[in-house]
């Protein structure tokens, strides 16, 4: 399919139907509301491929959904088509719905609908074109603005999706993929007009199953998004997609009472791999560089190899939180890392092999016998987030075995397990207990923090 299909129709704009109820009408205050939102973020995450953010009025959620927007903005020079999927509110969809319009207006102007793409998918027969449906819909329109915001000209294919299976959007994600060039955004809050404690509890569990990729379990009780979710969770999956939650918040905490409160949670999605295999090659050799440098020169220097960065890809020169592993015989030799994402990838592999192999306190430093049989990994870390819990029992539960490392913090201890520790160590409680161990946390004391994260392995 084209990118940027050639426009046909004659011109018909989608007016816009919640400006001056949902988000202001006038041009400049929607401008100010937007850039206070986007300067009132400190959420800093890599450019995601697909994204999760809420559709209600933006004094109660455009704070959530602006956490996960400012990062989009750093792929503003590359995405050219936004592929946005939303529930429909008002009129009954059988299906998928489509509108018949070639622009999509708010306040900010007029963007493109690339009607080629629309035209080519009507060949499926639960999609349909119905301007009824769109024309006073808000679940799309919210985030036309917070689009027009980040990126640079863009096209807009906008779906509302109604009574549809799993499979049936997750084959029209499958055919708007794309690369680079598109981002994906699915259109949902979460519980509705629940008390504050209880739609605390109820969004919690929704975000785990978010996590977790669990669609099946999530329905319109959970997130009134819930089919175009499910479709975009299933194919996430399927393409062993990463997820992280980047906020999880509700209208009890932002603008309203705590008697009804309704949900939002903001979500991104990345492609599998962080490094193709040039890269890989190129990280590899640079940590072979770095021992064997420590190995030639002595102990003595200190000084890890200095990579060469000029002319490396724009991924090795992304920060990057990473831990070097090293091994003998199938047993730790040396690990040593960081959490924060402080240097560029290729500076960060060589400082961290070196230390791994020369400076963990738990062994000597390696010997040129033991470099010849050492096993070597690379953890590449997505950034920690908060981990709210109410008691340990509550973090046991919540802890994601075989995905997630964490972190534990208590007074001044603090320590942190990658998720391979989960190849030894497979009892959750168990896994809480050695990190409180490791962290110097009494086995009767509970954590008063917690953060996790996710890793991809490289060896």
Same mark, same amino acid.
């Given at each position: 399919?084209?990118?940027?299909? @050639? ?13 001056? $109820? ?13 850039? &206070?939102?986007?300067?009132? @973020? ?9 994204? %999760? ?7 109660? *959620? ?9 990062? =989009? #903005?750093? $792929? ?53 074109? $119905?301007?009824?449906?769109?024309? /006073? ?17 863009? @096209? ?30 699915? *259109? ?10 209880? #739609? ?19 329905? $319109? ?22 997820? /992280? ?5 509700? *209208? ?15 979500? #991104?999605?990345?492609?599998?791999? =962080? ?28 000084? #890890? ?6 002319? /490396? ?10 831990? =070097? @592993?090293?091994?003998?015989? &199938? ?44 096993? %070597?990994?690379?953890? %590449? ?16 539960? /919540? ?41 110097? %946390? ?18």
């Amino acid at each position: 399919m084209s990118i940027n299909s @050639t426009n046909r129709r004659k011109l018909s704009i989608r007016p816009p139907a919640v400006a001056g $109820s949902f988000y202001p009408q006038n041009t400049s205050q929607l401008n100010e509301l937007l850039e &206070g939102f986007l300067t009132n @973020t400190n959420v800093d995450i890599e450019p995601p491929k697909a994204i %999760i953010a809420p559709h209600a009025g933006y004094i109660y *959620s455009g704070q959530v959904a602006a956490n996960i927007y400012k990062n =989009i #903005a750093k $792929s503003k020079d590359q995405i050219t088509r936004v592929v946005l999927l939303g529930p429909a509110h008002r009129v009954y969809v059988e299906g998928i719905a489509l509108p018949s319009n070639t622009h999509f207006a708010t306040p900010l102007g007029n963007v493109p609908i690339d009607t080629g793409v629309v035209e080519e998918l009507k060949h499926h027969s639960y999609v349909q074109f $119905s301007d009824a449906a769109h024309e /006073q819909e808000h679940s799309l329109e919210v985030h036309v603005p917070f689009l027009q915001k980040v990126l640079n000209d863009f @096209t807009l294919i906008p779906l509302l999706v109604g009574n549809a299976d799993p499979d049936q959007v997750a084959t029209i994600l499958n055919e708007l993929w794309g690369g680079n060039e598109t981002l994906i955004v699915i *259109s949902s809050d979460l519980s509705h007009f629940l008390n504050y404690e209880t #739609a605390c509890e109820t969004d919690s569990n929704t975000t785990r199953l978010i996590e977790n990729f669990d669609y099946e379990s999530i329905g $319109s009780s959970q997130a009134c998004g819930c089919m175009p979710m499910r479709g975009l969770l299933k194919y996430a999956h399927e393409k062993n997609m990463s997820i /992280q939650t980047l906020d999880l918040r509700n *209208s009890g905490d932002t603008a309203g009472t705590k008697e009804r409160v309704v949900g939002y949670g903001a979500y #991104a999605l990345f492609d599998g791999q =962080i490094l193709n295999d040039n890269d890989k090659a190129t990280v590899f050799e640079v940590i072979n560089k770095s021992i064997q440098q420590g190995l030639d020169n002595g102990l003595n220097s200190g000084n #890890a190899y200095t990579p060469e960065t000029a002319n /490396q890809s724009a991924q090795l020169q992304k920060k990057y939180a990473v831990f =070097i @592993t090293l091994k003998l015989n &199938g047993q730790l030799r040396g690990c040593i890392g960081t959490t924060e994402a402080t240097m560029p990838l290729i500076n960060a592999v060589a400082h961290y092999a070196y230390a791994a192999a020369f400076s963990d306190p738990r062994f000597k430093p390696l010997s040129v016998d033991e470099y010849k049989n050492v096993e %070597i990994s690379l953890s %590449i870390l997505t950034p920690a987030t908060p981990f709210p819990f109410k008691d340990e029992q509550d973090l046991v539960e /919540q802890l994601r075995q075989n995905i997630d490392g964490l972190i534990i913090a208590k007074n001044n201890a603090r320590a942190t397990f990658l998720p391979a520790v989960w190849e030894s160590i497979n009892n959750k409680q168990q896994f809480l207990n050695e990190l409180k161990r490791k962290a110097g %946390i009494k086995p009767s004391d509970s954590p008063d923090k917690a953060w996790r994260y996710t890793a991809e392995y490289y060896s």
